[in-house]
């Protein structure tokens, strides 16, 4: 398990402020806006999505609520440690998480929940993997 600096942000803390950037970017909802829900300044809601800042309980509570979202979604993801989990030294999910946060990842997502025939997504999924494979071997 990596080191843990004890002055640095606390991982499960960025794990939950990405969640509240994620959903606050989905809900096309400003830092400020969230603020004012919340009673703290825009510069309160930075540092809860960096993980600077640690989100309390009621907090947490409120931010549900704010966010039209359970308790739980702030921490779906949560990676367990590699010896936990069983996962491969190749696992994906930071990458995943990466492009998710990115404005093109939330927008990709955003754009992609709201085609509703299953037939199309799957198209754009096997689209999507397709031009994936082809930029590989075009690295090659």
Do not use: C, W
């Not at 002055?7 to 994620?22: A, E, F």
């Not at 606050?24 to 829900?37: A, F, W």
């Amino acid at each position: 398990m990596p080191k843990v600096n004890p002055r640095g942000p606390n991982p499960i803390d960025i794990h939950v402020g990405s969640r509240i950037r994620l959903r606050r970017q989905l809900l096309k909802m400003s830092q400020e806006k969230l603020g004012d829900e919340l009673g703290v300044t825009f510069q309160q809601v930075q540092k809860y999505e960096r993980g600077a800042n640690r989100v309390g309980a009621s907090r947490l509570y409120r931010l549900s609520r704010v966010l039209e979202v359970p308790v739980q979604f702030f921490f779906e993801g949560l990676a367990e440690p590699a010896d936990a989990t069983g996962m491969a030294e190749g696992d994906q999910t930071p990458i995943v998480y990466d492009f998710i946060q990115s404005s093109d990842g939330v927008s990709l997502a955003e754009s992609f929940s709201r085609i509703k025939d299953s037939k199309v997504r799957r198209r754009v999924l096997q689209l999507v993997r397709t031009l994936a494979t082809e930029d590989l071997a075009g690295a090659s």
